[in-house]
């Protein structure tokens, strides 16, 4: 089975890749396709770039189709970065920038408070335009340091209580088995190997 990631960030390609290895799915990014459009983001919700994201790249390139929205969500900074998390300093925005104003927002918020969660919505479509949603979290806690060098985004920031570092600290087989976007993936596997199970 062939299917395309609406993606081109590697980090993300990558996970996803490695979370269906073995189950006999060839996993592409955007990169592999030509002309297809370019999907504004401007939904208010995960759920809803994730749908659009997935329906619109579907139909362009007459594929079965994955896509996700996702981001760090603090409650204490009123549900911030939350669906702008991959453009938190700016369009364009590099990930050292972004944990960059998510250090200065944080400064004001006691050490108690930086409980925060990784939302992942993944939306999968086909091009007749039948698509279902499925979501993960991960929950944990801000520090204010840089610990890691594995993974992207925000996982040098996100403490994981129970193993006591960071996602940038954990290797890439477990931060698979417990991250919002192996938690949201493993939803959409029975359906994978069942696509008429999606819903228009």
Request: proline share 5%; with cysteine; aromatic share 6%.
């Amino acid at each position: 089975m062939k299917l395309l990631v609406a993606t081109r960030n590697a980090g993300k390609l990558r996970e996803i890749d490695s979370l269906l290895a073995g189950r006999g799915i060839e996993v592409r990014g955007l990169e592999n396709w030509e002309n297809l459009p370019e999907v504004l983001e401007d939904g208010d919700s995960f759920t809803a770039n994730a749908r659009k994201k997935a329906l619109e790249i579907a139909v362009a390139a007459d594929c079965l189709t994955l896509a996700d929205d996702s981001g760090l969500v603090v409650p204490a900074l009123n549900g911030a970065p939350g669906v702008f998390s991959a453009r938190y300093a700016g369009e364009n925005a590099t990930d050292q920038q972004n944990n960059q104003r998510l250090l200065s927002e944080l400064a004001v918020v006691a050490p108690g408070q930086r409980q925060a969660y990784f939302c992942c919505v993944i939306a999968l479509a086909d091009p007749q335009g039948r698509c279902r949603t499925f979501e993960g979290r991960l929950q944990g806690q801000l520090i204010d340091e840089f610990r890691g060098g594995q993974g992207f985004g925000y996982d040098p920031l996100f403490l994981v209580p129970e193993y006591g570092k960071t996602l940038a600290e954990l290797p890439l087989e477990v931060k698979n088995r417990i991250s919002h976007r192996g938690k949201a993936l493993a939803r959409v596997l029975p359906i994978l190997g069942h696509p008429d199970l999606l819903q228009s």
